[in-house]
């Protein structure tokens, strides 16, 4: 499995039937996929933004859900991993 998630790849359909950590791993793959795009292509493609743009929308939608637990920020987990 490559780091990143190509525009030619499968994308789940249902992205509220993945746990969590399926929606985390997708989420990273994109962001590595947008900056290979835009390290060589100069722009990143549609099919990688709307990916983008679903993952984004499905995180947040979780963070919003009574009860979830927020992720970590980068800040926090510093200090918590350090």
Do not use: C, K, W
Request: proline share 5%.
């Amino acid at each position: 499995m490559s780091s990143r998630l190509t525009p030619s790849e499968d994308f789940p359909d249902d992205l509220t039937a993945l746990d969590l950590t399926a929606v985390e791993v997708l989420n990273s793959r994109i962001h590595r996929e947008l900056d290979h795009e835009y390290a060589h292509d100069g722009a990143a493609s549609t099919e990688t933004e709307i990916r983008h743009e679903e993952v984004t929308e499905e995180l947040d939608r979780r963070d919003r859900q009574p009860g979830s637990t927020p992720l970590v920020t980068g800040l926090e987990a510093t200090r918590q991993y350090s």
